[in-house]
């Protein structure tokens, strides 16, 4: 497999000459690989999205596909298949008509053409559907369409830019599946740009956490969210605790953090030396009731909130000067004496408490 | 008993229904009181105006009017042979009556326009009638003026005789109906009505595809602009619009005549010799020119809200699927368009087939439209019925036009904005 199979190098991309929306990208995407672009707007990820598509041109900087280098070549002569956020089904024509015409474009036969339709519309369960116009089908069924028709000229590329954004969020969850299941079985190169964490984490191989016109880490999506390795990335995907302090000791391993009175013991991620200004990254699962003596940072807090979720509870607690510190836990029935306003002992292990950037 | 049947009752027991309708009543009473100066206004300036330009065009009660005598003696006349002396009797009694009221000119002008020759011969009459004995009125008629034992003449009497005709019609489209009642044609050096139909198609279809090559850049541009270069083209699109129309149409002479500025300028730089400087004003060449730029905006404006609700992402998408760009906008692009096109060519057309004041002003002799012809039959010759027909016709032909549209492309399928 090639490993550079889509490459930005050294990437900048500026539209009015005075601001950088994507800065010095550097990304590598291998071949068969389901990358997402995740990030807030105005993060750059569509741009790069539409870079590659062949719809903006880098500013600096060259992209390679399968090791040809593209910025001189328009889009058309590309072979990526696109899917877009409105869809952008062609509103006069039929479902088949939409799928024929990158058939049709590249003066494939009829009967060639139509095994290739019949494929890709069974690949969307939307058989029978092929006379319909697009103002006929639900929006489930037209985001189906789009996808076909980006497959069904077989793409070694496809990008798809928030297509499930219109859609409902149950529909947008089974959408997921059903993407990440063609994607699964066929194969195909997919970049896929969202601003829905948990889109992401569902569907990809890797992601590319952009903010600022930067990747912040690119990695699988439980290294990410296990190990975030910087305060944006810890913030931006999934709940996250925060203590915000001064680190007052590094050694084997370990730091102190000294927070409001007390210190605390951290694993040292972004930070070299004693004196430096940190933010404590724990995720809300990483911290427990009622620990065992074996955790090294036992705390104890008073309950300010309970909300109750059905499997599990809320719980919002009160702990080092941190009001906002936020516990889940699992509804059984150990955890019933969990009451407004009691006092509660709290522990976690050091190593789950990531002390990066002070960002 | 089941619950669809009962009558619904309000608390006080009113039924449902007129409870409702009573309710309703008031706002229907203000909606209509709110529309009724528009619909007063609408019937006064425009039904009413048109029915009468109908019934002018079709009106022939002036000779019915004046001779009620002669055409009910006329009535058993087979029109082969001269008349009884019944008919002539009738005719002397109408016309001594016209005489005292002083309006036998008006019925020799209108005679004279059914057969040349009447002028005359009623003068003549009217001198003669003075010294007429009683009785035998066909001979003593018959002696005025050879004329008047012609039976062609009397024909061409009972031919007024509908209160009802259809004759500027067939004016309208150089036909008349000859002594038989058959529909021919005008000699051919006379037809100059069909010309001009078939001119001001000529000249409105050459002005629509003009506005229409023109306006569908500019309005592609306006819909694709940011919206900061958009707004001057908006405006730059539409100041024409707010100028007056002589003074746009007296620029163009500015500009066209013989010694005017694009002349010069011609001249200046070698591309033509002084003394052979072309004739853009005054002619064909004119009308064109003057009448694309100030139907150009009407040409814009719809394509141009049609373009502005088509997506971008759709050309992306047809080029991201392998469509060079010129097959993403033929098959993607240019059909999405097809609405505003309708509406902008049809508004431009049917706008163009009546246009009067431009051609009038830069269009010379050959440049001139129907509307012309018709301003011309108002003003000078005084023949409004025929005014009237043409105006007809024109109405006519214009919603003929706007049938076929909506049977080739839809009505549904049109997007004024």
């Known amino acids: 497999m090639n490993k550079e199979f889509v490459k930005f190098d050294k990437v900048d991309k500026s539209y009015d000459g005075k601001i950088l929306v994507v800065k010095d990208l550097q990304l590598d995407i291998e071949e068969g690989e389901f990358v997402t ?7 750059g ?3 790069c999205l539409m870079m590659l598509a062949g719809f903006e041109t880098p500013t600096h900087g060259e992209i390679y596909l399968d090791g040809r280098a593209i910025s001189s070549i328009p889009p058309h002569k590309r072979g990526i298949g696109m899917v877009f956020q409105n869809y952008a089904l062609f509103p006069h024509m039929t479902v088949y008509e939409n799928l024929a015409f990158p058939l049709r474009v590249r003066k494939i036969p009829k009967d060639e053409a139509d095994k290739k339709i019949d494929k890709a519309l069974s690949m969307v369960s ?72 948990s889109e992401a984490l569902t569907m990809s191989n890797r992601i590319a956490v952009f903010n600022d016109g930067k990747v912040q880490q690119l990695s699988s999506p439980d290294e990410l969210y296990e190990k975030p390795v910087n305060s944006f990335v810890a913030e931006f995907i999934g709940e996250n605790n925060t203590f915000a302090g001064e680190v007052s000791d590094i050694s084997g391993g370990k730091c102190k953090v000294k927070i409001a009175n007390t210190e605390i013991l951290a694993n040292p991620i972004s930070v070299k030396g004693k004196g430096e200004k940190t933010k404590i990254s724990l995720r809300p699962e990483r911290a427990l009731i009622n620990p065992s003596d074996k955790m090294d940072n036992i705390y104890s807090g008073k309950i300010e909130e309970v909300i109750y979720h059905g499997d ?16 889940k836990v699992p509804n059984s029935s150990a955890n019933m004496d969990i009451k407004l306003g009691k006092d509660i002992k709290i522990g976690w292990n050091s190593d789950d408490a990531r002390a990066l950037d002070p960002k | 008993m089941s619950s669809e049947t009962k009558q619904i009752l309000t608390t006080d027991g009113i039924p449902l229904e007129v409870s409702l309708k009573k309710a309703e009543r008031r706002n229907k009473i203000k909606a209509f009181l709110l529309v009724a100066p528009l619909l007063l206004f609408l019937i006064i300036t425009y039904v009413f105006p048109i029915g009468e330009m109908l019934m002018r065009s079709v009106d022939d009660k002036m000779v019915t009017e004046m001779l009620p005598k002669t055409y009910k003696a006329m009535e058993k006349w087979d029109g082969k042979e001269l008349p009884e002396e019944e008919v002539f009797a009738a005719f002397h009694e109408d016309f001594i009556k016209l005489v005292e009221e002083k309006r036998e000119g008006k019925l020799s002008t209108q005679l004279n326009y059914t057969k040349n020759g009447f002028k005359s011969i009623i003068k003549k009459l009217r001198r003669k009638s003075k010294n007429f004995e009683e009785g035998n009125y066909k001979e003593q008629i018959m002696a005025v003026h050879k004329r008047w034992a012609n039976v062609e003449y009397w024909n061409a009497i009972k031919r007024r005789a509908p209160a009802i005709t259809g004759q500027k019609y067939l004016k309208g489209m150089d036909m008349y109906k000859n002594e038989t009642g058959k529909i021919v044609s005008v000699s051919e050096d006379r037809r100059i009505h069909r010309i001009l ?6 000249i409105a279809f050459f002005v629509t ?17 940011p919206m900061k270069y958009s707004n001057l083209l908006m405006i730059c699109v539409l100041l024409p619009f707010w100028t007056s129309l002589l003074v746009r149409t007296a620029s163009w002479m500015i500009l066209l005549q013989q010694q005017g ?40 404006l719809p394509l141009y809200s049609v373009m502005k609700t088509i997506s971008p992402s759709l050309m992306r998408a047809g080029k991201s699927l392998g469509g060079t760009p010129i097959v993403a906008f033929w098959k993607v692009y240019f059909p ?23 051609p009038a002003l830069v269009g010379g002799a050959s440049g001139t439209l129907i509307s012309n012809q018709i301003a011309f039959h108002m003003k000078s010759t005084l023949d409004w019925s025929f005014a009237s027909a043409m105006g007809l016709m024109l109405l006519t032909g214009v919603l003929a036009i706007y049938w076929v549209y909506n049977k080739l492309v839809g009505i549904d399928n049109i997007k004024l904005g």
């Open chain 1, 45 to 47: 990820k569509t741009t």
């Open chain 2, 261 to 300: 500025v694009v002349n010069d300028f011609f001249v200046g730089i070698g591309l033509v010799a002084d003394d052979a400087r072309p004739e853009m004003m005054y002619n064909k060449t004119g009308t064109y020119v003057a009448m694309t730029q100030i139907l150009l905006p009407f040409m814009v």
């Open chain 2, 197 to 202: 139909w078939l001119r001001t198609l000529e």
């Open chain 1, 126 to 197: 939307l058989q029978g559907f092929a006379d319909r116009m697009p103002g006929q089908l639900s929006g489930g069924q037209q985001q189906r369409v789009a996808v076909a028709r980006s497959l069904v000229f077989d793409p070694q590329l496809v990008l798809m830019d928030e297509p499930l954004g219109a859609l409902d969020k149950n529909l947008r969850e089974s959408m997921q599946y059903e993407i990440k299941h063609i994607h699964e079985s066929i194969g195909v190169t997919v970049v896929y740009v969202t601003h829905d964490q």
């Open chain 1, 37 to 43: 672009m995740l990030g807030p707007s105005g993060s």
């Open chain 1, 312 to 327: 599990h509870t809320r719980v919002r607690i009160n702990v080092l000067g941190n009001n906002q510190f936020i516990l």
């Open chain 2, 209 to 225: 595809l003009f506005c229409f090559l023109m306006a569908y850049p500019i309005a592609h541009l306006l819909a694709t602009l």
């Open chain 2, 336 to 358: 999405l368009t097809i609405p505003g096109i309708g509406a902008g060519c049809l508004l431009c057309f049917i706008l163009a087939i009546g246009y009067y004041i431009t």
